[in-house]
């Protein structure tokens, strides 16, 4: 080979790689100037698509009811969706917001006046003398309590500020996402043909497998972890209200909160039993204390019921998604976190197993075939 020759080749692959460098390096711009086009819709899909994924069964039996009618159906099973958010969030929100009104009220009236701890409270090992002495200012000397507490008393109430607008922000990301799985829901087939034709291009053979399980553990976890958070919150919240806690909405939010990051309720419901204890009388304790008791034990009960048959997801995987989701994308992360964290969970463990598991199916396969050979033969 000449030395022109070897200058050509040389040329050649410089100008290749320069061109090749221009075209990747468009291709990357294209995708940043796309990811933050789409970067808003990414969570409302992403959560849509679980909520369809999780409600498609209800949906088709539904579409049964009504003739087969599957867009009136997905459209039914979204409304009910919203309803289910939007009418608690409104009691809650209507809770917090003439609470502080009337706090704000009362504090500027100068009439504020809050009961006296009673000597139980002393006799409360370790914190019962100092929470005596401070309930005991705030109820005998409210100025000299509120500007001796005055910089815990103003991040309380930035931090109430805070959760409210992320729980608004949050339940118009639900609003949508409902709306986006109930377009979801009404054209599955189309979808779930599209997504299985990009699956098998991805993973291959096992892309029918790995999507059935990923539909078991968004059902599984949505059901097992939010639902049975839901329905803890809502039991422990009713009888909060019922019994006029303080801040009965504000609490809920918080045991949702507590339930979903797979916490103990009881975190929340004793010192509230502890108060209504200090405050109420003895019927009354007693009523409350079965009542939030029962919310906070329930899902011992129901957990079993409502999680799916082969899906069991280690109680931390759900801690760290719903912490993580929560750190990343506020409250709607702690029910996205919780679900894709377990996803993953769950296709890792496939993916370990799955060399075992295809051994097994050929060796039945193999005696299958020999059984064949031999009824044959004989």
Same mark, same amino acid.
């Given at each position: 080979?000449?030395?022109?020759?070897?200058?050509?080749?040389?040329?050649?692959?410089?100008?290749?790689?320069?061109?090749?460098?221009?075209?990747?390096?468009?291709?990357?711009?294209?995708?940043?100037?796309?990811?933050?086009?789409?970067?808003?819709?990414?969570?409302?899909?992403?959560?849509?698509?679980?909520?369809?994924?999780?409600?498609?069964?209800?949906?088709?039996?539904?579409?049964?009811?009504?003739?087969?009618?599957?867009?009136?159906?997905?459209?039914?099973?979204?409304?009910?969706?919203?309803?289910?958010?939007?009418?608690?969030?409104?009691?809650?929100?209507?809770?917090?917001?003439?609470?502080?009104?009337?706090?704000?009220?009362?504090?500027?009236?100068?009439?504020?006046?809050?009961?006296?701890?009673?000597?139980?409270?002393?006799?409360?090992?370790?914190?019962?003398?100092?929470?005596?002495?401070?309930?005991?200012?705030?109820?005998?000397?409210?100025?000299?309590?509120?500007?001796?507490?005055?910089?815990?008393?103003?991040?309380?109430?930035?931090?109430?500020?805070?959760?409210?607008?992320?729980?608004?922000?949050?339940?118009?990301?639900?609003? @949508?996402? &409902?709306?986006? %799985?109930? +377009?979801? /829901?009404?054209? *599955?087939?189309? =979808?779930?043909?599209? $997504?299985?034709?990009?699956?098998?291009?991805?993973?291959?053979?096992?892309?029918?497998?790995?999507?059935?399980?990923?539909?078991?553990?968004?059902?599984?976890?949505?059901?097992?972890?939010?639902?049975?958070?839901?329905?803890?919150?809502?039991?422990?919240?009713?009888?909060?209200?019922?019994?006029?806690?303080?801040?009965?909405?504000?609490?809920?939010?918080?045991?949702?909160?507590?339930?979903?990051?797979?916490?103990?309720?009881?975190?929340?419901?004793?010192?509230?039993?502890?108060?209504?204890?200090?405050?109420?009388?003895?019927?009354?304790?007693?009523?409350?204390?079965?009542?939030?008791?029962?919310?906070?034990?329930?899902?011992?009960?129901?957990?079993?019921?409502?999680?799916?048959?082969?899906?069991?997801?280690?109680?931390? @995987?759900? &801690?760290?998604? %719903?912490? +993580?989701? /929560?750190?990343? *994308?506020?409250? =709607?992360?702690?029910? $996205?976190?919780?679900?894709?964290?377990?996803?993953?969970?769950?296709?890792?463990?496939?993916?370990?197993?799955?060399?075992?598991?295809?051994?097994?199916?050929?060796?039945?396969?193999?005696?299958?075939?020999?059984?064949?050979?031999?009824?044959?033969?004989?």
């Amino acid at each position: 080979m000449d030395r022109q020759t070897e200058q050509r080749q040389s040329k050649l692959f410089v100008n290749n790689m320069v061109e090749s460098a221009i075209r990747i390096g468009l291709l990357v711009i294209l995708l940043i100037f796309t990811y933050d086009i789409i970067k808003p819709f990414i969570i409302p899909v992403l959560w849509g698509s679980i909520i369809a994924v999780a409600l498609l069964p209800l949906t088709k039996k539904l579409e049964h009811s009504l003739g087969g009618k599957r867009g009136l159906a997905a459209t039914l099973v979204s409304l009910i969706g919203i309803s289910l958010l939007v009418i608690p969030f409104v009691m809650v929100s209507g809770s917090i917001y003439e609470g502080v009104a009337h706090t704000t009220e009362v504090i500027q009236s100068g009439e504020i006046k809050i009961p006296g701890p009673t000597s139980k409270v002393a006799d409360i090992p370790v914190v019962g003398d100092k929470l005596y002495s401070i309930w005991n200012l705030f109820a005998t000397n409210m100025e000299k309590a509120i500007q001796q507490f005055l910089p815990e008393i103003k991040g309380f109430l930035g931090t109430v500020a805070s959760i409210l607008g992320g729980a608004l922000t949050s339940l118009i990301m639900f609003i @949508i996402s &409902l709306a986006i %799985a109930g +377009g979801f /829901m009404a054209h *599955a087939e189309k =979808i779930s043909g599209a $997504l299985e034709t990009v699956a098998v291009r991805a993973v291959g053979k096992k892309a029918e497998q790995w999507a059935n399980l990923m539909a078991a553990t968004i059902r599984s976890v949505l059901l097992g972890v939010v639902g049975v958070a839901f329905i803890q919150a809502a039991i422990i919240g009713a009888a909060m209200f019922v019994f006029k806690v303080p801040a009965a909405g504000l609490l809920t939010l918080a045991t949702l909160i507590l339930c979903i990051a797979q916490l103990p309720a009881l975190l929340i419901v004793a010192p509230v039993i502890f108060y209504v204890y200090s405050t109420g009388d003895g019927t009354s304790t007693t009523l409350f204390t079965i009542w939030a008791l029962a919310g906070g034990l329930s899902d011992n009960i129901l957990k079993p019921m409502l999680m799916g048959r082969g899906v069991d997801v280690p109680m931390p @995987i759900i &801690l760290i998604g %719903a912490i +993580g989701g /929560m750190l990343f *994308a506020g409250i =709607i992360g702690l029910f $996205l976190g919780a679900i894709i964290l377990a996803i993953w969970y769950e296709l890792f463990l496939f993916w370990i197993n799955y060399e075992e598991q295809t051994e097994l199916s050929e060796d039945d396969a193999e005696a299958t075939s020999e059984s064949k050979t031999k009824a044959e033969n004989s």
